[in-house]
T-cell receptor
Framework: LAKTTQPISMDSYEGQEVNITCSHN???????ITWYQQFPSQGPRFIIQ???TKVTNEVASLFIPADRKSSTLSLPRVSLSDTAVYYC???????????FGPGTRLSVLP | DAMVIQNPRYQVTQFGKPVTLSCSQT?????MYWYQQKSSQAPKLLFH???????NEADTPDNFQSRRPNTSFCFLDIRSPGLGDAAMYLC?????????????FGSGTQLSVL
């Protein structure tokens, strides 16, 4: 199983761009990288997924370098409502690959 | 909208009194998962079903059992809840393919043990 390492917490201010990096040094060839967002008292919610290079959707961008040993979730112009815990998961198949690490607790300040 | 539904949202039980949490899905996914999440911790995988095949995590206590009578429903049974079992219990689903699997979560059931 590819282990992931993320910063435990980050602070930002409204309107700033936030970048959260996840390290996954032993990522396997077929592994995808998936990020989830979790608000208090709710289940995690899928944000973005990628395999290589860059992926962008209406919520975020995901940057993956060529060696795929890390990935960066980029949240443009954060607002207070982006305060949440962000989890990076690496894997390809169901079941055991869906083990959550500690995640990054993002606090957006006014 | 297709979704994962957990009932009840809040559940209170007494120490040692069996409790069942339920989960249903309209996504027609093959895999259903149960996670336990305690305050300020990451979700911890308890077990999952691929269709009818049950897969237990090695460190899941025997006190926790699960049933999946059909594709749509999955239940978490806690046979003798202890105070340490108070947590948010999250149900999730995924297609069960390979490659770009994604998890779809319910809103969770917050369990209190008195």
């Amino acid at each position: 199983l590819a282990k992931t390492t993320q910063p435990i917490s980050m602070d930002s201010y409204e309107g700033q761009e936030v970048n959260i990096t996840c390290s996954h040094n032993n990522i396997a060839t077929n592994d995808y990288i998936t990020w989830y967002q979790q608000f208090p008292s709710q289940g995690p919610r899928f944000i973005i997924q990628g395999y290589k290079t860059k992926v962008t959707n209406e919520v975020a961008s995901l940057f993956i370098p060529a060696d795929r040993k890390s990935s960066t979730l980029s949240l443009p112009r954060v607002s207070l409502s982006d305060t949440a815990v962000y989890y990076c998961l690496v894997g390809v198949d169901y079941g055991q690959n869906f083990v959550f690490g500690p995640g990054t607790r993002l606090s957006v300040l006014p | 909208d297709a979704m994962v539904i957990q009932n009840p949202r809040y559940q209170v039980t007494q120490f040692g009194k069996p409790v069942t949490l339920s989960c249903s899905q309209t996504l027609n996914h093959n895999v259903m998962y149960w996670y336990q999440q305690k305050s300020s911790q990451a979700p911890k995988l308890l077990f999952h079903y691929y269709d009818k095949d049950f897969n237990n995590e090695a460190d899941t206590p025997d006190n926790f059992q699960s049933r999946r009578p059909n594709t749509s429903f999955c239940f978490l049974d806690i046979r003798s809840p202890g105070l340490g079992d108070a947590a948010m219990y999250l149900c999730a689903t995924s297609r069960g393919g390979a490659g770009d699997e994604k998890l779809f979560f319910g809103s969770g059931t917050q369990l209190s043990v008195l």
